[in-house]
């Protein structure tokens, strides 16, 4: 028999209740970097899925606490966004949107659960090579400890992930340490999503 929902603690009832706990880990690795991401929004978080049959059944499920705004293949893979009913309230940050990617089949999660967390620090460049330059201008203190991140166990990831019909560029920078993932984009995915239906 497929494992359900529940065993898997990916409810929606379960998964906030370990919301907190998970925005401890995110606030940790946001001090470790010298990111202060308390004044920028804390646009969206992601959840973690290995298997389709309980990407389907957690997707009929986050129905019902939100709107699903957007599906759209990425990679060749669907990743639902859903707009919250109710923003999740952790840590003095109101998360707006849910991301829930279907797996892909070649990789594998160590855990299925909350992943990253994406913050808006806004600008307006075109690609990652070009926003990092712009974190780095904007937090000091994460450009000083720059050389020391490898040191440290934190992998760096740039990226521009583009949906189709999209029209608005999204780089992002990742920050990866110990399972839990920070990422940076200048914009957040409801403008994105209002950019694929222009």
């Known amino acids: 028999m497929a494992q359900s929902l529940s065993d898997a603690a990916l409810l929606p009832a379960q998964m906030k209740a370990n919301l907190d706990n998970f925005m401890h880990k995110i606030r ?5 970097l010298h990111l202060d991401l308390s004044p920028y929004q804390a646009d969206h978080i992601a959840m973690r899925i290995n298997d389709n049959a309980l990407a389907e059944l957690a997707h009929q499920a986050w129905r019902e606490e939100g709107k ?3 599906t759209a293949r990425i990679n060749g893979r669907p990743i639902v966004v859903l707009e919250f009913h109710q923003p999740l ?3 003095g940050w109101s ?3 849910l991301e829930l990617p279907y797996p892909t089949p070649e990789k594998v999660y160590p855990e299925q659960s909350w992943e990253h967390v994406e913050f808006v620090v806004p ?17 000091p203190l994460l450009k000083a400890h720059w050389e020391k991140l ?8 740039l990226s521009s992930p583009k949906g189709e019909g999209e029209r608005l560029s999204n780089p992002t920078v990742a ?5 839990v993932c920070i990422k940076l984009h200048p914009h957040s995915l409801k403008t994105i999503v209002a950019s694929e239906l222009a």
Request: proline fraction near 0%.
């Open 28 to 32: 940790d690795l946001s001090e470790l």
């Open 68 to 70: 699903e705004i957007s």
């Open 150 to 157: 490898g040191e440290m166990g934190v992998k760096v990831k």
């Open 89 to 91: 309230e952790s840590l």
């Open 95 to 97: 998360i707006e949107c």
């Open 175 to 179: 920050f990866k340490y110990q399972g």
């Open 123 to 139: 600008s307006q460049a075109q690609d990652a090579e070009a926003y990092l330059e712009e974190i780095k201008h904007r937090f």
